[in-house]
């Protein structure tokens, strides 16, 4: 049980174009999902957090008007790269957490995202 | 006060071996110390979570040890073996800020035949 996809699980773009990621949960309702970004060898840096039917609420120094969020029911989140740089390449992964849980959040696969 | 600091980066272990994974905290505020295991090219899968109320838990080989007057705590993997070879990271969270976690920077273990 508890478990999140990803698709796609990789990504190339030109600079410029958007892509976007979709986040489900597969097995169970998610109110909330959280959307990282990961760098090689390095930790997770959470980006912003969206909650079903209400606005993604964004980390300090995340550009919302960049990587829009949209978490359209209990099982979806999408996230898009608008005008994608090649500084955006990166690793992005979601997690979702169960309806009625306040702590464990279980984590998609992740999209590899190439900005060319 | 938002940090959580892991240690050691990167740990050798021959198979059969203990390895240990330590992480400190500055914010009394946490309530909630999960540790994760992320293989290369994948998410993060939970292993094993520990709330302050206790000392200690144990799953399978996989042990949290949590000391919160020192405001650490660590994992122990007993007998490790070559597919416990990955990157793990503790993370520390307060209940009532939309669960979010405060991730550590990692440690990358390999254990050797």
């Known amino acids: 049980g508890a478990v999140v996809s990803q698709h796609p699980s990789w990504v190339i773009c030109k600079s410029g174009t958007s892509v976007k990621i979709e986040c489900r949960s597969l097995d169970f309702q998610a109110t909330t999902m959280f959307w990282y970004r990961q760098f090689p060898k390095q930790s997770l840096m959470l980006m912003a957090t969206s909650n079903e039917g209400s606005k993604a609420t964004y980390e300090q120094g995340v550009e919302k008007d960049k990587f829009l969020i949209n978490h359209a029911s209990l099982t979806l989140s999408t996230l898009t790269v608008t005008s994608a740089h090649p500084e955006d390449s990166s690793f992005y992964i979601c997690s979702a957490l169960p309806g009625g849980r306040t702590y464990e959040q279980y984590f998609g696969p992740g999209t590899r995202l190439t900005v060319t | 006060q938002q940090q959580v600091k892991q240690s050691p980066q990167s740990l050798i272990v021959q198979k059969g071996g203990i390895s240990i994974i330590n992480c400190a905290y500055e914010?009394?505020?946490?309530?909630?110390f999960p540790w994760y295991q992320q293989f290369p090219g994948k998410g993060p899968a939970l292993l094993i979570a520990?709330?302050?109320?206790?000392s200690e838990k144990k799953e399978g080989r996989f042990t949290i040890s949590f000391n919160k007057s020192a405001k650490q705590f660590s994992l122990h993997i007993m007998d490790s073996q070559p597919g416990d070879s990955a990157t793990y990271f503790c993370a520390a969270g307060v209940s009532g800020t939309a669960s979010k976690l405060t991730f550590g920077t990692g440690t990358r273990l390999q254990v050797t035949l």
């Open positions: 914010n009394t505020a946490f309530d909630y």
């Open positions: 520990i709330r302050p109320d206790v």
